[in-house]
């Protein structure tokens, strides 16, 4: 099974007090952040101390994710230089919107790893899509580098391009499609959106419902309280397994009574229902049941 990726943490680089704590969280990924949530003036301190964040020996057991300023800012190749070789595992490119931005940043990377010892080509990258553009280059974008481990949509500023605004999820059905289709097709993850109103669990666990039944291997957090409801979200109910069980099951006695097809319940057991059945599995045996 791939890497579980449901929940990244976002954390703004220059707060120090969240950096040296924030690994106690456990999220599957965490994305300190040099970009939207860190003022102008703290972009050199915040870069300074993820730098170090992610060199300490606390940070070496989880996915590290920087997300940088856009290249085309007096800092995007500043924050790039420091956070690969400080050995950051993924970069989030805010903002993408061609494949031509994943170029720029794939001939920054090589050289940097070249320069640092680092194995060319061991950075992943994540591109965030914030706009129309970006919308609708998501699949030459989801398929521009094998560096690419997976697409995230990002609703503040792709609402804000669309004219619109966050509000049940009709302004980001086109767009969540679209990301997904993308990321599905080039054989990488897909994120969805942050939901900013951490004490809404309620609007938030609606939205996860929402996410997890269209497809998406996770979302961008905000805060750690969103962690534990996300993974619990995702989790397969114990119904589900006891269901996946008697699937395999079933196959298993159909394989041994040289059957492609069998019944179970009056419902049919074939390889697309067995994949689906070893899947659920696959996901009890990584995140445990939901409660
Ligand atoms: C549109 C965009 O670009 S979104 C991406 C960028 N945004 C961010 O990175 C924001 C990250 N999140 C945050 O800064 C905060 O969670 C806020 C501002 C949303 C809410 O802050 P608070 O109301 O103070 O959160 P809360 O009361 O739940 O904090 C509880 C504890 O969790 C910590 N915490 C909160 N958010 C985070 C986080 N994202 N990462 C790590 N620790 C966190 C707090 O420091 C606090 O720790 P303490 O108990 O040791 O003091
Ligand atoms: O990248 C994200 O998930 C958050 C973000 O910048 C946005 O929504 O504009
Ligand atoms: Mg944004």
Redesign the pocket.
């Known amino acids: 099974m791939n890497k579980l990726r449901r929940s990244m943490?976002?954390?703004?680089g220059a707060?120090a007090?969240?950096?040296s704590?924030?690994f106690i969280?456990r999220p599957d990924s965490?994305?300190f952040?040099l970009?939207?949530?860190v003022a102008l003036r703290e972009k050199d301190t915040a870069r300074l101390l993820v730098f170090h964040a992610l060199q300490h020996p606390m940070y070496q057991d989880i996915e590290t994710v920087v997300?940088i300023n856009p290249l085309s800012t007096p800092f995007g190749l500043a924050d790039l230089e420091a956070v690969v070789r400080a050995g950051v595992d993924v970069i989030r490119l805010?903002k993408t919107d061609t494949p031509e931005d994943i170029f720029e940043l794939e001939g920054h990377l090589e050289r940097i790893e070249r320069e640092c010892g680092r194995e060319v080509g061991s950075t992943g990258v994540m591109a965030a899509i914030e706009s129309a553009v970006g919308v609708i280059n998501a699949v030459a974008i989801a398929r521009s580098s094998p560096r690419l481990i997976g697409i995230a949509l990002?609703?503040?500023?792709y609402v804000m391009d669309m004219q619109t605004e966050r509000s049940d999820g009709t302004e980001l059905f086109y767009a969540r499609c679209a990301v997904l289709h993308a990321a599905r097709a080039a054989g990488i993850d897909a994120f969805d959106v942050?939901w900013?109103d951490?004490?809404d669990e309620a609007g938030f666990l609606r939205e996860v419902e929402l996410i997890r039944k269209m497809g998406f291997n996770g979302k961008?957090?905000?805060?750690?309280?969103q962690i534990d409801l996300l993974h619990n979200a995702y989790a397969p109910t114990q119904q589900e397994v006891d269901h996946a069980q008697r699937v395999i099951e079933a196959a298993e006695e159909g394989e041994r009574n040289g059957l492609g097809v069998v019944s179970l319940n009056g419902k049919m057991v074939d390889a697309p229902i067995i994949n689906h059945a070893q899947r659920v599995l696959e996901r009890a045996a990584a995140s445990g049941v939901r409660r």
């Open positions: 943490l976002f954390l703004p707060n007090a969240m950096l704590t924030a969280y965490i994305m952040d970009e939207d949530a997300r805010p990002a609703a503040f500023d942050v900013s951490v004490n961008s957090l905000i805060n750690p309280r």
